[in-house]
């Protein structure tokens, strides 16, 4: 194997190890609001910008994942789905879209929002927290505690995103973004940021759909529209959850 491709692994490996040791209390503090949420009938959103939203898409209307689950869709942070590419991280400075969005969704008080930015320190994520707690909304950081102290947040309150939220899940992703190095290149590379997040996001879930079925309720979970009668299966719950699900007419 490449010493680069091993070194990828390797550092990949440890540090889910990491995170699954050091953040196991805060993945249960987030899977039990996320319980509680499917249990009351609550509306559960996920947002992330840019390449913090690939995280919050897996798991939102995906084989295994809960169907209640909705993407927070901010106009040009779904991924790089803009043209220029750049228009999304000035996007991410801009006040009020995100708010707006929020506010153009059914959510109310005592509802569930998970909201994911590597840095935190970015005027989108901070102010949808802000904005969402204002409003009686639970709050879960998927962020780099890294970030705060070493980097300076770009919203006016001069706070970052870890200081509005009800939980928050480390990354741990140092500042940079990337693992490795090589002497012929002048910067650093092989970045671990989108499986991390994303694998604390399906952690709570995980940990939520077994709090749920210990308490005698049936998680609403997708089946692979990939198997025989998956397809149906998913139609009924999705008919079901209707009056909780927003990213189906």
Known sequence: MNDLVGQYFDTAVDHLQRIRTEEAHAIERAAELLAEAVAENRRIFSFGAGHSSLPAQDVVYRAGGLVVFNLLNVPGMTGVNVMPAPLGSALERVSGLATATLDLTPATA???????????????????AMHA??????????????????VSSQHPSGSYLKD??????????????????????????????TLVTSALMQAVVASAVGKLADRGITPPLFRSGN???????????????????????
């Open 227 to 249: 198997v025989d009668g998956g397809t149906d299966w998913n139609a009924k719950l999705m008919a079901e959850h209707a009056d909780r699900i927003y990213y189906a007419f």
């Open 164 to 193: 509005h939220c009800d939980v928050v899940l480390d990354s741990k992703i140092a500042v940079g973004d990337h693992e490795l190095s090589h002497p012929g290149v002048e910067t650093g590379f092989g970045s671990v940021s």
């Open 133 to 150: 707690r204002s409003r009686g909304l639970h709050v879960v950081a998927v962020t780099s505690l890294a970030y705060p102290g070493q």
């Open 110 to 128: 005592g509802d569930l929002l998970f909201v994911i930015s590597l840095s935190g320190r970015q005027v989108m994520p901070v102010e949808l």
